[in-house]
């Protein structure tokens, strides 16, 4: 069943900056890295949310207070009950090989998520890098900095590591440096901005896509991207090169609440 | 074959509310097999809908309360036009309105564009709160909306009934006599509640929601046999199926027409292909030459 | 726990028309595990019901047009005093006549046994051909059966509703003033038809049948719970409950009790046991003491 | 799925005798003998019968023209469509070793189907009675010579065999003679004289019982029999010693089609 649900409390809640918190829940997920899972707080509604992290009895989220839902979710407890149902969705392809990550802002959490899970896969060399505005908003610098070979930071400001994004590293790094693929999450903007860069190198490239999603499993429409009709919550929210291509509105706009289309 | 004079290549249509948002997914599915699709109902003003949860199952189909999300008739019919530009199929846009006179002005816009086919929709259950009782339990708001609807539309009508009907003989008569062009029918079956023991609380935001999936099908089929014996104008057959014999059990009953809805979500959109091939087998293996051929030929016992 | 003053050790019930002909049958369920047992529906003569086919599945439950084939009420209550003089059990007697005036002869004649509890079946689809609109749906034929029975009832009295009405809450709160002291809900849903695409026809006899099983459940929830916001005496909860989560769920929705009907066709008598361990199981792990801190604990979103 | 039915054209239709024909069907049947099938003539109704033979691709019933719904099978020709569901109910256990059977009348179709089955799995002995009134309503008697190492045949009006019942055959060969077990299908009368004997005799037995059956499935109660509420079409319809102990109504009474008691 698609919609099978885990009502469970949550088990801990951690503060990584002031906008972000990673919430665990003990239940079982068999997830891979890059998909995610719908989220319900009783009487308030239900939202999409990628999964950082999976153990064998628990698995958590990293999400950003960013409007009522999240507001009201930064407002709970230990202990409270939630809902979630999933996973979904294509998970990053697990290749080993010399492997690039390029994240940027509150998009890193299935990156961190991939980054465990190619380093159990036995990665030849994993690098990252990992970028946001301020020192403040990056997101799980200790994390990368064991799980990776190589970690880089940028940040808009130079409050840390590069004064940049992580998509001008990206360009340096390429300049010298070559790997098998590279896969990106971030603000979709970065993303595009990454896929030039991994196209004048001939890179194999993975994109991690957000979509306005309401149901999740392929049924209401709310995420499908023109014009090939791609169903986002079940065909991505991951993307290769090739299917990206494809996709005319990667960039340019995605769907509101209703359903009507906003140029991004 | 053909619906409402449109020429078919299959019987087999996506039902209002599944994907029908955008001219991008209403073209793949055509492309994987179908033979028309519904958009999903659009009113005249957009609307956000219900919060999520939206959609639970149960051990025999779906609840859904997702409360006619939509962005509004200017924007949907541009999907349509931007459908029409790229792909040759046939589009039943799906309309619904407070009143006759929202569905009068919706029905306009819809000649207006290189729509194929309207769609009342007399029945959404999920919208019970704001409309009220759906106008398909309500005999005189159907006469009311179908007859203001027909005297505007030059392109067929199709009206789209509620299984809570007490007496569908009686309501499908009466639809006819309005002057709808064909029936669609059923809607989802209003309300069931799926509960989360664990949390106490219903698991739709919404609390209720309406029924659909293989578990309508014996319903959909005996209300759709129950119409087709007493009315004239072709019914668009939708309810529970997902497989070609489903498809053909509810064309012998009287579709002229079958709507796919919560099988994409069950099976993807893959299930266009596999119904319309297992129609194939069965009508091979039992001597049917067309589609044509199966409709209402049911004997009752 | 108790149910209409009657002391159980499980809220888990047989439902009417299942096996309950015979004082074996009723007793042999509740060796098996029921609390209470109900009776075949008994009318004041003896009835054939349907030729067969009377039962068909489909993919969420069953359809049936038993017909309500009964020995009559006077070999059905001899059967209810061997029960009696073999076993403690709660026995609760379904009775159905045509009007008003065999109901309080029915009501009568099961107040001089030794039955525990009285059940009205109101609600039965399969007999429209013969009896029209069942009763359940008639808001002033209800109140004059219930409250002529309950004029010569001094046993409790529960009263079979429908699923097909469509203003549950109103109906429940009339059943209540006219003197009922308890809802069963829901009887089958009407009407299906599962149809054989091979020959053409429907695997039902008599064509269609009252719809059952899985499939009904979140329509039976759904309804128990808009009774239980407005009535303030006990529900029996019937409709699709196959596992001890469905229970829990129906009895969180306000059910005081929770009849089992087609989950015997589909996993035998068994049932009743894993039923019973599966919510005990459940209320452990969740700390609920008592099956009646269940009743009616849900809360709306 | 119980109800699982397939609907077949009467593939052939074999004249057993005045009253009696063997309807053979082209299907898939995966059953054991003493198990029945529900067969249903559209606008008619349906009605149990003893599976009497399965091959790999049909199956057969041998059926008595008795009432209106045999009457109207009577009436049908090959390439009719009827529809069956089943096979339902529990079958004769299949034990090797010194096998008897006893039978009577139009109740004989699973014994031949047993014995079949029994052959196959190298019974080390196997004899059979076969009774009726006369000659003329005898089954099977060809296949019983070749199926068993002994076939005996007894008729009321001695036109062929031994002038008696099958059970007078039973009581005599039993005399001189020791078996495992005897399985037993007849009229209720005859059964309950046979159980006599198996009993003097301490012979292990297993008999055949019919009662009204409207579903077939352990739902309507119509065969249910006293005390134990015994669901003959689940848990018979071959019930054995042990089991047919418990049964008061054997041989005593059983139920109508309003469900009403009707004494023997
Ligand atoms: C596949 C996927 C994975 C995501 N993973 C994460 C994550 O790991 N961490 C995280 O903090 N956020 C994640 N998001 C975004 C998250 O869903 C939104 O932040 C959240 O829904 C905001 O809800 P709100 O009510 O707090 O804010 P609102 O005020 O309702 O919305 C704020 C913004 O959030 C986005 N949003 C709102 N609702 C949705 C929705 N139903 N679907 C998609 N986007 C929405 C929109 O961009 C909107 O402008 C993910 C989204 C998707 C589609
Ligand atoms: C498990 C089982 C196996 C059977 N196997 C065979 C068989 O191999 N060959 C065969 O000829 N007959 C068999 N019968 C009996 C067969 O079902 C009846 O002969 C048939 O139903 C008669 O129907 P009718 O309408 O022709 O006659 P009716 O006039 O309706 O009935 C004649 C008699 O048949 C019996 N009967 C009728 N309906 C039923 C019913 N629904 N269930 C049980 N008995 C019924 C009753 O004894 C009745 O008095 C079997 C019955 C059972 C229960
Ligand atoms: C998620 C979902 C959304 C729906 N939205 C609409 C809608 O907008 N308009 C409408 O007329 N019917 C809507 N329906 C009803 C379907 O078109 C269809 O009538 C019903 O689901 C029965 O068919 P099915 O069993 O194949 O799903 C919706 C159904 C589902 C499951
Ligand atoms: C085979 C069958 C026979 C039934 N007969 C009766 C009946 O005689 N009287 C009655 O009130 N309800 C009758 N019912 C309805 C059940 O009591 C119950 O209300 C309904 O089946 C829903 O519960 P379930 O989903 O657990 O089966 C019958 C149901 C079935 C399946
Ligand atoms: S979120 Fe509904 S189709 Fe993707
Ligand atoms: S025939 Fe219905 S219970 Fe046995």
Known sequence: MKCDRQTLPIAAIREENTSLRTFTFNGKLNAEPGQFIMLTIFSQGEKPFSIQDVDENSFSMTIKNIGPFTDRLFKMKDGELVSVRGPYGQSFTRKTGNILMVGGGYATPPLRFLAKKLREDGVTRLVNINGARTAEDLLYVDDFEILCHQSHVATDDGSLGHKGTSVGVMENILKHDSFDRVYISGPEKMMKAAVVVAKKHALPYEVNLERYMKCGVGVCGSCVMDPTGFILCMEGPIVDNETLDGLDDFGVSHRGKTGHKITI | MRFLGKEISTPLTLASGILGISFSSLQRVIRDGAGMVTTKSLSIEPREGHEGPIIAEFNGGLINSVGLTNPGIAEGLEEVEKFHAGIDGVVIVSVFGANAADFVQLS??????????????????????????????????????????????????????????????????????????????????????????????????????????????????????????????????????????????????????????????????????????????????????????????????
Request: charge should be negative; glycine fraction near 10%; aromatic fraction near 4%.
């Open chain 2, 108 to 301: 306009k816009a819809v000649n207006d564009s290189s729509a194929d086919i309207l769609e009342l929709n007399l029945s959404c259950p999920n919208v019970e709160d704001e409309f009220k009782r759906p106008f398909a339990l309500m005999p005189d708001k159907i006469t009311e909306i179908v007859s203001a609807v027909k005297a505007v539309s030059t392109i067929p009508v199709l009206a789209k009934l509620s299984p809570n009907a007490n007496d569908i003989s009686a309501i499908a008569k009466l639809t006819e006599a309005a002057g709808a062009d064909g029936l669609t029918m059923i809607n989802t079956l209003g309300h069931g509640m799926v509960v989360d023991a664990v949390a106490k609380r219903p698991v739709l935001r919404n609390n209720i929601g309406g029924i659909s999936g293989p578990c309508i099908k014996p319903l959909a089929i005996k209300l759709i046999h129950d119409a087709f014996k007493v009315v004239d104008i072709p019914i668009l057959g939708t309810g529970g199926v997902s497989t070609g014999l489903d498809a053909i059990e509810m064309m012998m009953a009287g579709a002229g027409a079958i709507g796919i809805g919560s099988a994409v979500y069950d099976h993807g959109l893959e299930v266009f292909k596999s119904i319309r091939d297992e129609m194939e087998t069965f009508m091979e293996v039992h001597g049917y030459a067309e589609y044509s051929d199966l409709i209402g030929i049911l004997e009752e016992n």
